[in-house]
């Protein structure tokens, strides 16, 4: 069983920063895929952003891939998403959520993933 807990939301200015974190606990993240969703108010959830354990493989979104950063330290078991350049539309609720990774793991796809944080909440002021 693995524990999830996101950190680093928070409110920000349009053109500023956050890095969010993704913590896990019971177990660490040996063999998993990471990855960032999101999900603003009455949207569906959506895919950001995602590494692997293997070969630190990185996936981005096309709307985030410009100003989002996904890296992890192993020794912390912790992942981060710097996020750059902020938007208004990148309010929502961010998600970590991490998945057995096997070979026909899919990152993109919310279904993959078998262990889910609570979110941390973003919200971008213009």
């Known amino acids: 069983q693995v524990q999830l807990v996101e950190s680093g939301g928070g409110l920000a200015q349009a053109g500023g920063s956050l890095r969010l974190s993704c913590t896990a606990s019971g177990r660490t993240f040996h063999s998993y895929c990471v990855g960032w969703f999101r999900q603003a108010p009455g949207k569906e959830r959506e895919f950001v952003s995602a590494i692997t354990w293997s070969e630190e493989t990185t996936y981005y979104a096309d709307s985030v891939k410009t100003r989002f950063t996904i890296s992890r330290d192993n020794a912390k078991n912790t992942v981060y998403l710097q996020i750059n350049s902020l938007k208004p539309e990148d309010t929502a609720v961010y998600y970590c959520?991490?998945?057995?990774?096997?070979?026909?793991?899919?990152?993109?796809?919310?279904?993959?993933?078998?262990?889910w944080g609570q979110g941390t909440q973003v919200t971008v002021s213009s």
């Open positions: 959520a991490a998945g057995w990774e096997t070979g026909f793991f899919a990152p993109r796809r919310s279904r993959s993933y078998n262990y």
